[in-house]
């Protein structure tokens, strides 16, 4: 009866090193490829071209500086954690505290640009074409 007892342990912690392994794939990561963004579902008049973004280009940033999900006013969201668009709450308009989508990017994006660009770091663009290929210079 002894070797019951090894089976089934052995069985038991086969089981635990699966979970763990599928939990660990499981986990989201940080796409390798370019992305674009293009929220369709919210401006269904886009006025500029859609942007091409490189989290490889950003990997110098911690994940929590862009993704978020706050709840009693604190950001809830960890790294590895599923990831939902922007556009999933940030909508046209702002809704309280909510700012609306494009002052969400633009905030978030040319926020941190401008920030860095102050402190001479190397950093990324705020001139609108750059991020917008073909859009006009309107404002720095
Ligand atoms: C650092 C990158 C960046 C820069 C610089 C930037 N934008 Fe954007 N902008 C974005 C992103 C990202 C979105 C979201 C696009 C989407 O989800 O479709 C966006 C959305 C928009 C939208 C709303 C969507 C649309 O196409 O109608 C407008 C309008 C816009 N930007 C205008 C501008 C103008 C004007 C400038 C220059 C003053 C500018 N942007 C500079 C990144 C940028
Ligand atoms: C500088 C900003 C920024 C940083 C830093 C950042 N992300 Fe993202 N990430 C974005 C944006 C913007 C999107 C597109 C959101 C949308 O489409 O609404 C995105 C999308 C994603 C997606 C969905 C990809 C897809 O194809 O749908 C995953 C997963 C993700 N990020 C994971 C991560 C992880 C993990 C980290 C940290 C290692 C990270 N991100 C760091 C801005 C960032
Ligand atoms: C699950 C819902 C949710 C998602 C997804 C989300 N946000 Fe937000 N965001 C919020 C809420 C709620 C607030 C208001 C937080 C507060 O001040 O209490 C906020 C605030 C912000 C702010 C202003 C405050 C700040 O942190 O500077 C910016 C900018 C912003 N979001 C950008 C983004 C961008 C860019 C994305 C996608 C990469 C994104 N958000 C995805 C819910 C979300
Ligand atoms: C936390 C700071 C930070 C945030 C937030 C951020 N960026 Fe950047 N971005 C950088 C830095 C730093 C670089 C320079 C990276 C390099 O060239 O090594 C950069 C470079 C870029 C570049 C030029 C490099 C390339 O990919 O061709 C683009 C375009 C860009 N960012 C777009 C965006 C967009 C769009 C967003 C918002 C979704 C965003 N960034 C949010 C810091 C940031």
């Not at 940033?61 to 706050?70: G, I, M, R």
């Not at 790294?79 to 505290?97: M, P």
């Not at 994006?109 to 991020?131: I, L």
Request: proline share 3%.
């Amino acid at each position: 009866m002894k070797h019951t007892g090894r089976v089934i342990t052995a069985l038991i912690v086969g089981v635990a090193v699966l979970v763990a392994f599928t939990m660990a794939y499981a986990a989201t990561k940080a796409p390798d490829k370019d992305i674009v963004i293009e929220s369709k579902d919210v401006f269904t008049a886009k006025k500029k071209t859609p942007v091409t973004f490189s989290h490889e280009k950003h990997k110098e940033a911690k994940c929590d500086a862009c993704h978020h999900e706050y709840k009693d006013g604190k950001n809830v969201w960890q790294e590895g954690q599923e990831v939902k668009k922007c556009s999933a709450c940030h909508k046209l308009k702002a809704e309280g505290k909510v700012v609306k989508l494009e002052k969400a990017y633009h905030d978030n994006c040319m926020g941190c640009h401008k920030e860095m660009k102050k402190e001479k770091k190397k950093t990324g663009p705020v001139a609108c074409g750059k991020c917008h290929p073909g859009a006009k210079d309107e404002k720095e």
